[in-house]
């Protein structure tokens, strides 16, 4: 019998006669001198906090359709978010080329990062190989909650060090993820997050991937930022509480500007933090009174790296003067319109004329997952990219219908014009008429893989009201700001903002994962794992700040992330402030609550 074990640096061989240990993997990144910087510090502030598994908590559950026809091809449809992954995984299960393996995206009822990972699909293929007819696989909430991965619980330790003029001198965290039963929690992401909003000049981050008897881990929001954002900014509150001094006040003096080196390596790009924070200390909700019994205030800040990768986008010329977008993104945020608009903006023609669809495998190139708040970037870069291959040829059909230089035409605003003679003009959709004579369909195509994402940078204000006979505490008024870089669909970014404040609202107060002695989880449905709704939260406000991306040609950064992070270290800091005592695991819950009041 196989008695593989795990051990650092990935599965143990029954033949290998060193101890086993559940141990996956272990890293550091250090910068300057720890022991330097902590004995310039006046005042040192150490904590841990300790974080269990909680789901995405999309209602969609995962699904799959497979059907294999005569000439040896596969067809699947299914919501997730990259197909192309779909494509290349169900293939290289089924022993097949990519080639024949056509993937269909269809629409996704909620993902969160956990629909970046496949279940149904190559079980599907094969049922549908076995069956010779097509086949379906649906998982059930239950199985969705069990089987498909919670993100990680964890164990974080905080030590941080600063002057009495608040200037940081050294940071210290040691993080413990779980990654349930195979390797892979998201404990880097949470390393190279933890730290990266603030200029810290002697810092170590330990990062330990740790497995355990639970379900794999998944991708969820931000992985591994929420949950360092808790420790590190709650560390970050005290601290300042022991100088005098006001937490915002501090942070804008330890703020990462451009030029910053991140105790994880990379220097920091031109980014919006300390605007961003500006905009909270000029706000009339972080002086507001705070009227009513038990009340508190906190702020807490989160960073989220953003991501890229290759993509595609294809734009097709009709000669109405409308354009059909082809694009290989999944849409779970919006990014149809916020990409539309790029290719909108442009060629100088309203978005309503463009029809933007999320097609195929076959239908376009190869595109990477939508995840890491990458869309909007990436696949708005190639649809810039391939609008810009149309105006170029409208700027020579129309200089080849006044037979004249392409040099001596130019395009603004949909409109080609003549730069010498103002009466040689035609529209946008007057070219497109006229495309087949003037030498055939005017199509404009690209595929990128550009750099420079640009992080994301963000800082809540949240009022609670808590209730100690309870233990019940009330979300009474919220505030997020975020540096956008640029806000393509300006209610599309607030939608985020808000959906990932209640997301993370939702993981500082209530939700986790019960398991019982025999490992079953007991709280498998939404009747049973308690997220908030409507009834449970105030309006979130938001305040958009914009610092443009410099790699974009619009200023895009990812916007959907880094707005989960720093709601438990914010509402953990406003507990605090309503009650005296510091809750340092999630969720805070009633009976958390009750328990560091003595009540129980």
């Known amino acids: 019998m196989n008695t593989a074990t795990i051990r650092a640096g990935g599965v143990l061989d029954d033949s290998d006669p060193s101890k086993g240990s559940n141990l996956a993997n272990k890293f550091e990144f250090q910068l300057g001198d720890l022991d330097k910087g902590f004995a310039e510090a006046d005042f040192i502030v150490e904590k841990e906090t300790s ?34 992954t779909v494509r290349d995984y169900t293939a290289r299960l089924m022993g097949v080329p990519v080639s024949h393996v056509k993937a269909v995206p269809m629409e996704i009822g909620g993902g969160f990062g956990a629909k970046l990972t496949m279940y149904a699909e190559p079980i599907a293929a094969a049922l549908a190989r076995k069956a010779g007819a097509p086949v379906k696989v649906t998982m059930t ?71 355990v008897n639970r379900p794999k881990t998944s991708a969820y929001r ?8 808790f420790c590190i ?27 910053t080196r991140r105790v994880t390596g990379p220097t920091m790009p031109l980014v919006g933090f300390i605007e961003t924070l500006e905009a909270v200390k000029n706000h009339p909700h972080y002086s507001a009174p705070k009227d009513g019994k038990h009340r508190g205030r906190g702020i807490a800040t989160g ?11 294809v734009a097709t010329v009709n000669p109405d003067g409308t354009v059909n977008l082809a694009e290989g993104s999944p849409d779970i945020g919006g990014t149809r319109s916020s990409v539309s608009l790029q290719l909108a903006e442009v060629l100088g023609i309203p978005v309503e004329d463009v029809h933007p669809q999320v097609v195929d495998t076959d239908s376009i190139g190869f595109t990477s997952n939508t995840g890491g708040s990458s869309v909007t970037f990436k696949t708005g870069f190639a649809a810039y990219t391939a609008a810009q291959h149309v105006k170029q040829q409208m700027i020579e059909r129309a200089a080849k219908i006044w037979d004249v230089s392409t040099d001596d035409v130019e395009y603004t605003d949909g409109v080609a014009q003549h730069k010498s003679d103002s009466e040689l003009k035609l529209t946008f959709k007057q070219i497109a008429a006229r495309q087949v004579p003037t030498g055939g369909p005017i199509v404009g195509s690209a595929g990128v893989n550009p750099p420079g994402a640009g992080p994301a940078l963000a800082a809540h204000v949240v009022d609670v009201e808590v209730d100690i006979d309870t233990g019940k505490v009330e979300i009474v008024r919220y505030t997020a700001f ?30 986790e994962y019960f398991v019982n002695d025999d490992g079953h989880m007991v709280n498998s449905s939404f009747l049973d794992y308690r ?63 009750l328990e560091a009041l003595g009540t129980i």
């Open 233 to 259: 900014e709650t560390v970050i509150d005290e601290l300042a509480e022991k100088i005098g001094m006001d937490p915002v006040d501090f942070r804008l003096i330890n703020s990462a500007k451009e030029g």
């Open 303 to 313: 960073f989220w790296g953003n991501n890229t990768g290759p993509s595609s986008a």
């Open 141 to 211: 909430r239950t199985e969705v909650f069990e089987a498909t991965g919670p993100t990680s619980g964890t164990f974080i330790t905080v030590k941080m060090g600063a002057t009495k003029d608040g200037r940081i001198t050294a940071a210290d965290a040691k993080m413990i993820f779980e990654a349930g039963a195979f390797p892979g929690s998201p404990v880097v992401g949470g390393a190279q997050c933890i730290m990266s909003a603030y200029d810290i000049p002697n810092g170590r981050i330990e990062g330990y991937d740790v497995v």
């Open 51 to 84: 974080t269990v598994a909680v789901h995405q908590g999309y209602i969609e559950p995962q699904s799959g359709t497979a059907q294999w026809h005569e000439d040896g091809t596969l067809t699947v449809w299914s919501s997730s978010q990259g197909h192309f």
């Open 222 to 229: 931000a992985p591994g930022s929420p949950a360092a954002a």
């Open 482 to 511: 975020q540096d956008v870089g640029k806000a393509i669909h300006p209610s599309y970014v607030e939608g985020q903002i808000q959906g990932g404040v209640v997301q993370g609202i939702g993981w500082a107060l209530n939700e």
């Open 531 to 593: 997220m908030p709704v409507s009834l449970d939260l105030p309006m979130i406000d938001t305040v958009i700040v914009e610092i443009a991306n410099p790699n974009h040609p619009f200023g895009v950064r990812g916007v959907g992330e880094v707005c989960i992070c720093p709601p438990m270290a914010a509402i953990s800091n406003a507990i605090y402030d309503a009650i005296g005592i510091r809750i340092n695991e999630l969720p805070m819950k009633p009976g958390t609550i």
